[in-house]
């Protein structure tokens, strides 16, 4: 292929780029795909297990390899995104001189052409150029526009707008689209997604990334106290973590956060997502009862396997828990991680060397039985261990995207709701020497509306120039129309 | 005395305003309607005052129903004999409606302690909150006055449906506290009511585009056929329809396992609806029949099988509600009898009576298609209406997608993570963009950017119903 025909080429592909046309269908062709994600069950999301159920294995095999199964990162839904992208731009870059055009360099005197084809215009009869011109502006400057004096001495004319840079309003649309591309371009490459379940005092720098691979925090977060807050019909109101950030060892940042409430450390989020119980024991508060003795009572605060002292002579300790006891046959388990009906196994020692094992149920206290332990136990509090689960985000670009997100609704409110509208009023006479105000008029949009108000402001010029004497006097604000 | 009608043409931007006079003996109507609706307030207020609390969200809301079903009695009244005298009552009702409704919205605001966006109750209140309003508005602002024949329908069609769910003010799980959701769901829900309103602009543009009638039966028979398709899809083996049981006692499904509800067959009700089904299809068929071989003559015969098939509908939902009303029945999932209740099928009924109500629009057209056509403003008119109300939706569209995703990244941590739900109302933008681009580039005008309004809004139907209920996905929570 010779060079001027692969050139044309380049020149066809390059027009079917940017043209409108594609624009539309790639916005069709998105949808599609879109919809499409949303129609068949995605990888990421749905286990491997229920994708086997849901399809048979060649149809997942075919799925797979069209990247139907996840739809929102196959290479041709990005290369789509791409398209997109690329056309937006080379239809904004071919458009964009012109309305910058527009808004440097305002049209500001009518040309005979101009006048002969602009759709809006009126001839108004006057005596006397000067004074219909001064008529002209105390009517616009009473409706708070700014009439600006294009022209020479002696050869008057004006030039009133309003809104100019409603004409730049699609550009910042689409450059603001651009923008909320880029962030979520650059959180797709540098940004990741984590996990982690730290119990209270823990601390950790490792992060579980979505992805499986492992993180390494340039500092280290540890969790002080964590826990759960209900409504009175048992449902979790809010859940709360008190997070520490540690650098060097030294503490920098200590925040209560909950859910809808991260914290933010080095452009790294910890996000409240979870909580529940490691079903093992925090702390047991007991009242110890002496069998000889009733009323000689203590009450023990006990933590898992450390002895405390009821007596001189006598300790006791936790040696066993479980959360939700059952027997199974012959043997001990638990049916959950919840404490639904525990079960503790006490162990009282006397220093004359005699043990005895104590079986607590709390939900069940007839089922506990102490033997012919000199102590018996009642249990007046039970806290479970629980963990606080964090998700740990890194989005460097989110800030494009908000950025974009404002610009767009800014764009949108310019597209919907301005309107550049133009005037521009030029005395003319015609054959036999008779005057008139010519004036003509455009708006960019809602050009129903706008000929109901150029008709007004005719009404409004009429009964001025009925009403009132000229002065002549030229203002001192006039400016020379540029050539 | 029969009723002089008067057009007058003009003004500047030529429009078309209608004036109808009429005279003093076509009030049998309003004197109906209002009767009707003091009888209606009336009966309960004895109980209701021997009892004690008046103010009470459930007496707010009956009240507002009785207000709303009498704007739509006057609004359908108008649109049927054109008298000017209905609409201006009908406006009324509408205000009582809606300031009984904003007290309601108001009470529970107060009681739960934020907006009511909680649940499909709280929404659906809000919802009608907001076509009332927009009713008003498009009306006083533009002049559409036959907008509440399709509004107010809707308004009454939701408030029933709110009297079917539970209703007590739930606390809310941590996720949904934060006034981001709240901007979120109020900014999403005046979008998509002025999506609503952009596509009842579109069906009057059509009407006045010279559309033919017979289109609209076709149209409306497929719509309606779908629905009932739908329904039919409950369909037992044992010729009976599956609806879900319901636990009397706690006022919700009963569920045998994560995400299944346990199901009962109501016997002799899967033929019924077959039989519906049947029905609704025939007008279909009979117009694509004669648009098939040109036969003209066979038009009329659709627009009669029509007419049985609306008549074979109202006895479907009458059988449906009163097997569907309290009984117990068999299950194929588990031995022994349940319980069912209306509110066990809130969508399976709401489905019925939206075929019903669309059914009777299409008579409406049918029989006074000239005097609508003399109260609608001009297609040129209409058109504008419809960029422009689509000139509100999208930028509210997009501050919802944004708002949203705002949300989440503080809640999870993720503003965008392609659910169902996220996907979907990307789609909607999608549609709304291209609409745009085809009208202000490409000078789209008249009845293909009517159809694309349309198209529109029933992919925002099927963002707000569809997805909740047929893909799963994070907006479990309404």
């Known amino acids: 292929m010779d060079s001027k025909a692969s050139y044309a080429l380049l020149q066809e592909i390059f027009r079917a780029l940017r043209s409108i046309r594609t624009g539309i269908i790639l916005l069709i062709l998105l949808g599609l795909a879109s919809a499409t994600g949303t129609l068949i069950l995605q990888r990421p999301l749905t286990d491997p297990e229920r ?31 791409t398209l997109l992208a690329l056309n937006i731009i080379l239809a904004s870059l071919e458009r964009f001189p012109t309305a910058w055009r527009f808004f440097t360099r305002p049209y500001l005197r009518p040309g005979p052409h101009f006048q002969a084809t602009l759709p809006l215009q009126e001839e108004i009869s006057i005596r006397n150029a000067e004074m219909g011109l001064q008529a002209a502006e105390r009517v616009f400057r009473r409706l708070g526009w700014k009439p600006q004096r294009v022209g020479k001495n002696g050869d008057w004319s004006l030039y009133i707008e309003r809104h100019r840079v409603a004409r730049l309003a699609p550009y910042v649309v689409h450059a603001s689209l651009l923008l909320i591309l880029a962030g979520g371009i650059v959180d797709g490459v540098w940004g990741w997604r984590g996990f982690v379940a730290l119990r209270q005092n823990e601390q950790t720098n490792r992060i579980e990334r979505r992805d499986g691979t492992e993180q390494l925090l340039p500092f280290t977060i540890r969790c002080d106290d964590a826990g759960q807050e209900n409504y009175p019909d048992g449902t979790p109101r809010r859940w709360w973590t008190n997070l520490t950030v540690l650098e060097d060892g030294r503490e920098v940042l200590r925040k209560e956060i909950e859910v809808n409430d991260p914290l933010v450390y080095r452009g790294l989020r910890f996000f409240q997502s979870s909580y529940g119980s490691t079903g093992t024991l925090a702390k047991l508060t007991v009242l110890a009862t002496a069998a000889q003795a009733p009323q000689h009572t203590v009450t023990a605060e006990l933590f898992p396997d450390r002895p405390v002292a009821l007596d001189e002579a006598t300790t006791v300790r936790v040696t066993a828990f479980v959360p939700d006891f059952i027997v199974v046959g012959n043997q001990i388990r638990t049916r959950s991680q919840e404490p639904n009906n525990p079960a503790i196994q006490l162990l009282v020692e006397s220093t004359s060397g005699d043990t005895w094992k104590v079986w607590l149920f709390p939900r069940f206290p007839d089922f506990s039985h102490s033997g012919n332990a000199p102590y018996t136990f009642q249990v007046r509090d039970l806290q479970m261990g629980y963990f606080t689960g964090l998700q740990v985000a890194y989005e460097p670009g989110q800030w494009a995207v908000w950025a974009g997100c404002l610009l767009m609704g800014l764009g949108l409110l310019m597209t919907f709701y301005m309107v550049h509208t133009r005037f521009w009023v030029v005395p003319v006479s015609d054959s036999h020497g008779r005057q008139a105000l010519w004036v003509g008029a455009s708006a960019s949009k809602n050009r129903d509306e706008f000929l109901e108000r150029f008709r007004r402001l005719m009404e409004l010029i009429r009964d001025e120039l009925a009403r009132q004497q000229p002065q002549a006097v030229v203002p001192e604000d006039a400016v020379v129309v540029r050539s | 005395m029969s009723c002089g009608a008067e057009v007058h043409k003009g003004g500047i931007m030529g429009r078309t305003t209608t004036v109808i006079e009429v005279g003093p003996t076509r009030n049998t109507l309003l004197v109906l309607v209002s009767l009707a609706a003091l009888l209606l307030l009336l009966t309960p207020l004895f109980s209701v005052l021997q009892g004690g609390a008046v103010f009470t969200e459930a007496n707010l809301l009956y009240g507002a129903l009785v207000f709303y079903g009498a704007a739509m009695a006057l609004y359908l009244g108008f649109a049927l004999v054109g008298n000017e005298r209905y609409v201006r009552f009908a406006s009324a009702a509408t205000w009582a409606g809606f300031v009984l409704n904003t007290l309601a919205a108001g009470h529970r605001w107060y009681i739960a302690g934020r907006p009511p966006f909680a649940n499909l109750y709280e929404m659906l209140l809000s919802v009608v909150w907001t076509l009332a309003l927009l009713t008003l508005f498009v009306e006083r602002r533009y002049g559409v006055r036959v907008i509440g024949t399709v509004t107010m329908p809707l308004a009454v ?126 007008p279909l068929g009979l117009y694509l029949w004669a648009v098939w071989n040109k036969q003209e003559s066979l038009l009329p015969w659709a627009n009669r099988a029509f007419l049985i098939g609306l008549l074979v509908q109202g006895f479907g939902l009458a059988a449906f509600v009163l097997r569907a009303r309290e009984g117990m029945y068999a299950s194929p999932q588990a031995a022994g009898l349940f319980p069912t209740s209306l509110s066990a099928s809130p969508f399976l009924l709401t489905g019925m009576v939206s075929s019903i109500a669309a059914s009777l629009l299409y008579l409406l057209l049918w029989w006074r298609r000239e005097a609508l056509e003399r109260m609608l403003p001009s297609a040129e008119t209409l058109d504008r209406l419809i960029y422009k109300s689509i000139g509100i939706a999208f930028p509210l569209l997009t501050l919802m997608i944004a708002a949203g995703a705002y949300w989440a990244n503080r809640t999870w941590g993720s503003y965008w993570s392609w659910d169902p739900k996220e996907t979907w109302a990307l789609i909607t933008w999608l549609v709304y963009a291209g609409y745009l681009h085809m009208r202000i580039t490409r000078g789209w005008r008249g009845r293909r950017a009517a159809l694309f309004a349309i198209v529109g809004f029933a992919v925002v139907l099927f963002t707000f119903f569809g997805v909740t209920y047929l893909l799963p996905g994070l907006h479990a929570y309404a």
């Open chain 1, 51 to 81: 994708l086997e159920n849901a399809y048979d294995p060649e149809t997942l095999a075919w799925l797979d390899r069209l990247g139907l199964t996840d739809v929102f990162h196959s290479w041709w839904f990005v290369a789509l995104m």
């Open chain 2, 157 to 282: 069609l939701g408030v029933l449906l709110m009297q079917l769910m539970p209703s007590e003010v739930r606390p809310l799980v941590p996720a949904l506290q934060s006034t981001w959701l709240h901007i979120h769901v109020t900014l999403a829900m005046l979008g998509y009511a002025a999506c609503a309103v952009s596509f009842a602009l579109a069906l009057m543009f059509l009407i006045q585009d010279q559309v033919r009638t017979e289109t609209f039966l076709a149209a409306t028979s497929g719509l309606v056929a779908t629905i009932y398709l739908g329904i039919a899809s409950r369909f037992d083996a044992s010729g009976g329809l599956r609806v879900a049981a319901w636990d009397v006692n706690a006022g919700r499904e009963i569920f045998i396992a994560r995400g299944e509800p346990l199901m009962v067959v109501l016997p002799g009700l899967g033929w019924m609806f077959f039989l519906v089904l049947v029905a609704v299809l025939t």
